[in-house]
């Protein structure tokens, strides 16, 4: 399936933005809250009650409950510099990377790409992707060559699935990492990470150093003018700090969290506690900010001051988000407010009807913000935050292709002694359900893992066995039967390559195999030409045999028309074996796997378009007997890019150019129906294991994975016409040429 071109968008940063704002904008409504208490006390308490729905004495209450928060009461879960170090380790551990290959750098390169996948008012841009990490082979649109246009941070776009795939390169991985995955299994490396280290690495990378005032422009998101007016200069990293990160099972929460935060015992929550540094945030936007109340426009910047006074130092705004379902929104707290009941000085009837008799001090908190705002905070949150919750939590309309979920197995979340939680990174998860998206795939991460380790732990010449091999060649036939003669080898059928390569060459002969992926020179001789043809000649003593060549004999063999000379060369083989008949010693005619191998090696026309559309090069032949049938075992070398369809794209910085597949396919003589073929073996990966010590990983296996991978790829069209096309030599073979038997390569 031809992949097709996207378009390319600039970077929307709104999501993120968004939900900064809407704590900022909390804290705000809670400083109306301290200009509503002034304001209440010229107000009486009648009069205040039928007005607001609550009492003057609820908002004093709430007001000194605000103070009363001791941190170590609300951030349990505290992390140090080296979790941040951790996470990367643990990152690398789960792709099986060497240490030190995702860095800094790389993420940026994800959060960019994430952000600029999005479809939220997505702006058609032709500048080129630039990444470090993006593929060097990955398109570029017409006119955005290097050099055409300065690019910006806001134009430079890098596509997702290239910057997760770029990566994987040959040289950044373990290999001894790699091989410890059990494809059967779905195990491998055990490199859990933790909430805590998860928690240190957002800190590290978006706030203490100041990425997240990069990303984020709060002054030009900000939708009301007044809000946009007092946002402007303002910088996120000096308002709030990331206290915790806790991604918890329901089950394993307290039954007060569990009602603060609506949980359920089988879903996973990421609960993330911030601190604000409340008289800052004050004097920094209320100083300029006013709010329409619709009755009234509250005017703070007289009261910044005092309100920053009255205030505590500090805040702690905790958000918890179901993972598994983004939907459900956004539950936030202040300190830990949610998990206390209070008892209200007094409650309107329609208050008791939206919130009911018993309620938390959030609650109230809540109420009162609304009274005194005239906005409902937690829609607010919720509002302003639905963009960055398909980037955390799964959803089926989700605008993303990121999604913290995809990278963490939900499952193996489980708590950690000393506290916390840990989890299992799902890295090669993300990068199967975005190739999947792409392709239209099943891909899984099993499915990835599995053809990483064939292309890192085995390669295309696990799979050619010297003394097997008939891709042999020299420049100079002559030169090969002087050094025949002084090696003192009597047919090309006695050399073994193992044993006889290096004196042949020693003596002049100028042996070389054509590995796969190697073109072999024009003028080059197949060390095994010729035997073929003489093994017809031999058996059927045919005249003027220096007259024909195999092409001739393959004629023959297939169907369809022949030359003069041909037709000449079949009349004489039939006459033999008519004669044959009539003596009752019919001639039988020899065929070892040398004789097919070289023959079909270079006469490429025997395959079909399905399998020569795969670049499909015979590197060696061996034939075998098993239960009373003939078997040929085929190795070829085929392209990546045909056998990939379109999807070696996104590994173009890894794969090689061409793999080694053995085929077996069922060449008993006379047979009235044969055996279907099948792949027996890729690279080193063959029906029983490897050639390195992969746990699990099978040629059928690997197959699967493939054709996962790769929606349009038809092995079993591939193996029909090998069948067909060697099923239709054989069966020319019996009409035209008599008895014939193949020889087993073990006494060929």
Do not use: W
């Amino acid at each position: 399936m031809a992949l097709e071109e996207r378009p390319k968008v600039k970077l929307k940063r709104r999501n993120c933005a968004g939900f900064v704002i809407s704590v900022i904008l909390f804290v705000v409504f809670i400083g109306a809250l301290v200009g509503g208490s002034i304001f209440a006390v010229n107000y009486g308490s009648n009069i205040f009650k039928e007005t607001f729905g609550f009492a003057i004495s609820d908002v004093i209450d709430c007001f000194n409950d605000l103070g009363d928060a001791k941190r170590e009461d609300i951030v349990t879960n505290p992390y140090d510099k080296k979790d941040a170090g951790a996470f990367y380790s643990s990152l690398n551990a789960s792709l099986y990377f060497k240490d030190g290959t995702i860095d800094k750098g790389f993420v940026d390169d994800v959060v960019d790409a994430a952000v600029s996948a999005t479809s939220d008012g997505p702006q058609i841009s032709d500048e080129p992707q630039t990444s470090a990490y993006v593929s060097a082979s990955a398109d570029v649109t017409e006119g955005g060559a290097e050099g055409d246009k300065e690019e910006t941070e806001e134009e430079t776009e890098t596509d997702l699935a290239s910057v997760l795939t770029g990566i994987l390169r040959r040289e950044n991985f373990d290999a001894d990492k790699l091989a410890s995955y059990n494809v059967a299994e779905g195990s491998g490396a055990d490199a859990p990470m933790t909430d805590r280290q998860m928690a240190a690495f957002l800190d590290d990378y978006l706030l203490s150093s100041g990425k997240i005032d990069e990303l984020v422009d709060l002054s030009e998101i900000a939708e009301e003018p007044s809000v946009s007016e007092a946002l402007d200069g303002v910088k996120v990293s000096e308002l709030i700090s990331l206290d915790q990160v806790t991604i918890t099972k329901g089950s394993d929460m307290s039954e007060s969290d569990k009602t603060a935060y609506g949980a359920e015992d089988g879903d996973v929550y990421m609960v993330l506690t911030m601190s604000l540094d409340v008289g800052k945030t004050v004097r920094d936007v209320l100083a300029d900010m006013k709010v329409d109340t619709g009755d009234m426009t509250l005017n703070f910047s007289a009261l910044a001051d005092s309100v920053a006074a009255s205030l505590p130092a500090t805040l702690y705004f905790t958000a918890a988000a179901d993972m598994s379902d983004a939907d459900a929104g956004i539950k936030v707290n202040i300190n830990r407010m949610a998990q206390e009941e209070c008892k209200m000085g007094y409650l309107s009837d329609e208050l008791k009807a939206e919130y009911g008799e018993h309620i938390s001090k959030f609650d109230r908190l809540c109420i009162i913000v609304k009274a005194f705002s005239g906005r409902d905070v937690l829609e607010l949150i919720n509002e302003y935050s639905s963009g960055i919750l398909g980037y955390v939590c799964r959803s089926d309309d989700a605008d993303t292709e990121f999604c913290l979920s995809d990278i963490i197995d939900l499952g193996s979340v489980k708590p950690v002694e000393g506290g916390g939680n840990s989890f299992t990174v799902d890295a090669y998860g993300l990068v199967a359900k975005i190739l999947s998206d792409r392709l239209g795939s099943n891909a899984t991460d099993a499915d990835i893992i599995a053809l990483m380790q064939t292309i890192i732990c085995t390669d295309e010449l696990d799979a050619l066995i010297p003394n097997e091999r008939v891709d042999v060649y020299v420049n100079d036939k002559a030169a090969l039967d002087r050094a025949m003669e002084s090696c003192g080898i009597a047919s090309v059928e006695d050399i073994d390559l193992e044993r006889d390569l290096n004196r042949l060459n020693a003596a002049g002969a100028g042996v070389f195999t054509a590995d796969p992926g190697v073109e072999v020179p024009a003028g080059a001789v197949n060390v095994y030409s010729g035997l073929l043809e003489r093994g017809v000649f031999d058996a059927y003593g045919i005249e003027g045999a220096e007259d024909y060549t195999a092409e001739d004999i393959i004629a023959i063999m297939q169907s369809g028309t022949l030359t003069q000379e041909q037709q000449a060369l079949l009349e004489q083989i039939r006459n033999k074996v008519e004669q044959g008949e009539i003596t009752q010693e019919p001639p039988v005619f020899e065929i070892t796997d040398k004789m097919l191998g070289s023959a079909i090696r270079d006469m490429s026309d025997v395959f079909g378009e399905e399998i020569a559309k795969y670049g499909f090069a015979v590197h060696s032949v061996t034939i075998n007997e098993s239960g009373g049938k003939m078997y040929a075992d085929i190795t070829a070398s085929v392209t990546v890019a045909g056998l990939m369809n379109g999807a070696d794209s996104y590994f173009s910085d890894i794969l090689p150019k061409a793999i080694a597949l053995t085929l077996r396919t069922d060449i008993t003589p006379h047979a009235e129906t044969r055996d279907a073929a099948s792949v027996v073996r890729f690279n080193g990966v063959h029906e029983n294991g490897s050639v390195a010590p992969l746990q699990g990983l099978t040629c059928g296996r690997l197959i699967e994975a493939l054709e996962n991978i790769v929606p349009d790829l038809d092995l079993d069209s591939v193996l029909a016409e090998l069948s067909g096309s060697i099923g239709e030599v054989l069966d020319n073979l019996g009409g035209n040429f008599g008895d014939y038997v193949f020889v087993p390569s073990e006494t060929a």
